[in-house]
């Protein structure tokens, strides 16, 4: 290896000992989140044996119901937020940035920060259940039973730990659409990316628009459970079917969230086998974006008998049938791929024909179930057990485990056994239909989901059993295959480099691999580089294209056009810190120690929180590099530190606060759901006490003082770029002290007016909105004292501006916020 | 007559709708156009339909926001037809020369406002056969 491989090495190079655990690159984060995504799947499917053990027999009494409650709760809580939605995570961190020839992610700390925060997360979830008090709620929690009939900590656990989670998938969400838009290889055009990337763009910002909800319900519920707030109490004018709008607006895109990364991971294993490009790629990009979208259509398919109007479930009825064509496309193109190409059998290939056909099958009892008139037969019964899993395992787990034969070798270098394989195989496919086919038909014969036990004589003791033996048949297979995943393989040899002989970029990764991920960021001008770029390989691992060197001894990676992906940035990336473990321990500790309602010690936790991220944006961030321009090879130079739209840090901020304003508008929804729920909202008086309102002056003149606070921030951006130091400085106290004033204007409203939060679900739905905005309101002040004290230390000036620019982007949003909960609350419905 | 690769090569697509946020422009109407829907159908179900009415100035305002989702879709699958078609390239979009992007775009905005047509469509069908809140 030449000089300037030594030092690129040098740079990228993975800490050793107890240091190991401070990496923060892509594959060694990407390879944590998948062990541990793997591990919860793992405790997950322990459980699904437990509930197949009590349901074995009729009349079983192995657990109580308490017992399997808290199991089933469990196993659907695991693996859609522990395993389902982490794996796409771990896997896209671990292997995306190869499939795009990137060295890393742009935020290779966020996304340890993801990683360690759902670990945390997913153990306390976890760890619930040993000591009898997890959450039993179901998957869904729907209140009131969660709200007044379980006043145990067990949702409290659900509710705060997933929450957190969530936190994870949002800044997973924000890493991989920066990444896929913006730190592809030179070339690489929209058109060319690899599919995989397609369906990973796609998800991520249906996580952006799917999460969010969720997390605002998850407030209002907690705000119910520990504060009264009574947003879910009928007899105080709440609803709890806002809660299973919220859930479900969520819970719907969620099973396409989990689906399309996994049918990602068939797009590229299919032309490998088959040995032939894509057929279709544009009718693919259909597929992914229209599923994306249509899935946002079809919430209410699981209220269907909540009785809501023929014509709302006519909607989303329709709705769910449309969804089957972009669905059914792709599947087409996968066949048609195989069909023209020259298959090559091996066990990666079967999982996903197997994946394939099982997915057909859950497809189609999804179609009869989006058909209300069926729907209303088969809800709530184990037909829909039935169909669920067929989706879901076939959808999601059989790719997974195809992925998992393809790309082992790349991660490890040694190859998983085709013998074994062919076991693993057989047994899980047989296994997997064995248990859940015989669901359908215990479900059409009556037997409803979630119960712990069922009467003998009715008809359930035969389904229920083979079931039973199947999901063992299953488990076995699951066992076969964790053997060949753990066994020693020392005595093996390394496999030969692009060991399937794929087309792909990724496969360029030496065996076995190094640390810098690519040697040289290479030109690409075809989507499948390695099969239709002469000498592709050799050119790259001579260093012939862009940063083959790492001259000042950092961590470099390309930024390029979202669109023609035109080199614009020689970005550095950040390398191994604790920082981001302490961020999310203490994160961590606001939530768990919450749950508890230790609020001392979540308040110091949330402080230790707060500083460690200072801590971590001041030394970490927009960092003033020692020259503007740097030589990136083959005659290129660019600049290294870059502000506004074609940052990747504004890319962040704008991806972030869309995230933020979807929560945001959940909130704002409530509010309005009440108003069309009840005759009149707010009624004149409640419980014998009139309703009292924020009233409308103090609301609008905290308007009034945001926009104001929005000004000075815009005038102390550009006082800012103009280097006016006095301006600037003035501008920012100015701007804090009129948020300051805009937050005190929209608390003080309710405060003088009297209102009460527990008194009617009007009063808490104001409340909220008061609470998220002066919260939001508080971060743009420390965000402004933030910019002020970087240019007094030297940390940002008038060129180097990113850090106020992107302050002000946030700002914009925060505009929107206050004005909407202001004008609201004081204006519709007007209460004085 | 010239090969259509050839043609294809000769062409020079017009630098037009470079924007990746283009093709999203299909399903947002849609998205628009089914949540309105949904929107008005559920606030006129609580707060208007009383029993036996004819619900007529729902279907009117329905009958309003589908004519302008689908004169919408339709222009845009025009606009995008007529973006990937530039130039007659026989099957462009599975080339890879530089000006293949526009194509490719185009060609996926089109399959893309297509499904939009028939997804809206589905959601009036939806208005013209269940007559009713009930």
Same mark, same amino acid.
Request: hydrophobic content about 50%.
């Given at each position: ?89 771990? +896997?896209?961190?671990? !292997? %995306?940035?190869?499939?795009?020839? $990137?060295? #890393?992610? /742009? *935020? ?5 920060? @993801? ?99 969720? +997390?605002?319900?998850? !407030? %209002?519920?907690?705000?119910?459970? $520990?504060? #009264?707030? /009574? *947003? ?5 004018? @709440? ?122 099958? @859950? ?470 | ?134």
């Amino acid at each position: 290896m030449d000089e300037r491989g030594e030092r690129l090495l040098k740079a990228w190079e993975t800490p050793k000992g107890w240091r190991y655990w401070s990496a923060v690159n892509n594959s060694e984060v990407g390879l944590w989140y998948t062990l541990t995504a793997f591990a919860f799947f793992l405790f997950g499917g322990v459980l699904a044996l437990v509930i197949r053990i009590q349901l074995a027999v009729p009349e079983n009494d192995w657990l109580t119901p308490e017992q399997y409650n808290q199991v089933f709760t469990m196993h659907g809580s695991v693996m859609m937020f522990l395993f389902a939605v982490p794996i796409l995570e771990a +896997i896209s961190i671990l !292997l %995306l940035p190869q499939m795009m020839g $990137a060295r #890393d992610l /742009p *935020f290779p700390r966020l996304s340890a920060y @993801g990683f360690w925060c759902f670990l945390i997360g997913g153990v306390f979830v976890c760890g619930s259940l040993f000591f009898g008090v997890g959450p039993r709620g179901g998957w869904f929690m729907y209140p009131p039973m969660t709200t007044e009939y379980q006043t145990d900590v067990g949702p409290d656990i659900w509710l705060l730990g997933l929450s957190f989670i969530e936190v994870a998938s949002i800044a997973a969400a924000v890493e991989l659409i920066v990444g896929a838009l913006k730190c592809r290889p030179p070339g690489m055009r929209l058109n060319l990316i690899p599919l995989y990337a397609w369906y990973i763009l796609v998800v991520a910002v249906m996580i952006l628009f799917a999460f969010p909800p969720l +997390i605002a319900g998850d !407030l %209002l519920m907690e705000l119910e459970r $520990a504060l #009264d707030w /009574p *947003f879910f109490d009928a007899d105080r004018g @709440g609803d709890p079917l806002l809660w299973q709008h919220l859930f479900w607006i969520f819970g719907h895109p969620e099973v396409y969230i989990v689906f399309l990364p996994s049918i990602a991971l068939v797009a590229m294993i299919v032309p490998t086998f088959a040995r032939t490009p894509m057929a279709g790629y544009g009718w693919i990009v259909l597929a992914a974006v229209g599923t994306g979208f249509l899935s946002f259509g079809l919430w209410v398919h699981h209220m269907f008998t909540t009785g809501l109007p023929g014509i709302t479930i006519g909607i989303f009825s329709a709705a769910s049938e449309a969804v089957a064509i972009p669905t059914g496309v792709q599947i087409f193109c996968f066949i048609a791929t195989l069909l023209i190409g020259r298959v090559t059998k091996s066990v990666c290939l079967l999982f996903v024909l197997a994946g394939l056909a099982t997915f057909i099958i @859950g497809g189609l009892t999804g179609v009869m179930v989006a058909i209300a008139p069926f729907d209303y037969q088969a809800h709530d019964t184990y037909f829909i057990v039935g169909h669920l899993h067929y989706v879901l395992v076939g959808g999601t787990i059989f790719p997974i485990i195809a992925g998992l034969y393809y790309y082992y070798p790349f991660v490890t270098g040694k190859q998983l056994s085709e013998r074994l394989g062919m076991i693993t195989f057989w047994l899980m496919l047989v296994g997997f239909n064995v248990a859940f086919f015989p669901m359908h038909l215990t479900g059409l014969i009556g037997m409803p989901r979630r119960v712990y036990t069922y009467p003998s004589g009715m008809g359930f003791e035969i389904p229920n059993l083979i079931s039973t033996a199947g999901a063992f048949v299953l488990g076995a297979g699951f066992v076969v295959l964790l053997w060949d995943l753990v066994r020693p393989k020392g005595g093996q040899p390394l496999v030969k480099r692009n060991i399937w002989n794929a087309g792909t970029l990724e496969w360029i990764a030496e065996v076995p691999d190094r640390p810098w991920g690519i040697r040289s960021i290479p030109i690409i001008s075809t989507r499948y580089p390695l099969w239709e770029q002469d000498n592709l390989m050799s050119d790259v691992d001579d260093g012939k294209f862009y940063l083959p060197d790492a001259e000042e001894g950092l961590r470099e990676t390309l930024v390029t056009s979202t669109v023609d992906a035109e080199p614009m940035q020689c970005l550095r990336v950040p390398g191994p810190t604790f920082l981001t473990f302490f961020a999310a321990l203490f994160t961590g500790g606001v939530f768990i120690f919450s749950t508890y309602h230790w609020w001392v010690a979540a308040g110091v936790s949330g402080a230790l929180s707060f500083i460690t991220i200072l801590i971590w944006l001041w030394t970490g961030t927009a960092l003033i590099p020692e020259k503007d321009n740097k030589d990136v090879g083959l005659g290129l130079s660019l600049p290294i530190y870059v502000s506004g739209p074609s940052a990747v840090g504004w890319w962040a901020m704008f991806i972030t606060m869309l995230g933020d304003m979807t929560a945001f508008v959940s909130l704002v929804f409530g509010y309005f759901f009440y108003w069309t729920v009840h005759e009149q909202f707010p009624p004149a008086e409640f419980d014998g006490r009139e309703i009292i309102g924020p009233g409308t002056a103090w609301p609008l003149v905290s308007v009034g003082l945001g926009v104001v606070a929005w000004i000075a921030v815009i005038a102390a951006r550009s006082s800012n770029r103009s280097d006016r130091s006095g301006w600037f400085y003035s501008m920012i106290g100015g701007s804090v002290l009129l948020a300051i004033g805009s937050a005190a204007a929209l608390v003080w409203g309710p405060i003088t007016a009297g209102m009460d939060p527990t008194h009617h679900a009007y009063s808490a739905a104001v409340c909220v909105l008061v609470l998220w905005t002066v919260v939001h309101l508080s971060v743009g002040v420390v965000m402004l004292v933030y910019c002020a004290a970087r240019r007094l230390a030297g940390r940002m000036d008038a060129r180097h501006d990113a850090d106020i620019v992107n302050v002000t982007l946030c700002w914009h949003f925060l505009l929107l916020t206050v004005a909407v909960t202001g004008s609201v609350i004081a204006l519709f419905p007007k209460v004085s | 007559m010239s090969k259509p690769m050839e043609r294809h090569a000769q062409s020079e697509p017009r630098p037009m709708r470079q924007q990746l946020w283009w093709i999203a422009l299909g399903p947002s109407i849609w998205a628009v156009h089914f949540l309105a829907c949904y929107l008005t159908a559920a606030i006129w179900c609580e707060k208007f339909a009383s029993a036996g009415s004819a619900n007529s100035p729902l279907w009117w305002l329905i009958g309003v926001y589908s004519v302008i989702a689908l004169v919408g879709l339709i222009v845009v699958s025009v606009m995008s037809f007529r973006s990937f078609r530039r130039g007659d390239p026989p099957v462009s979009y599975d080339f890879d020369d530089p000006h293949e992007r526009t194509p490719f775009l185009g060609f996926t905005a089109y399959l893309l406002s297509l499904l939009s047509i028939v997804a809206t469509l589905f959601t009036v069908l939806v208005f013209l056969l269940v007559r009713s809140c009930d």
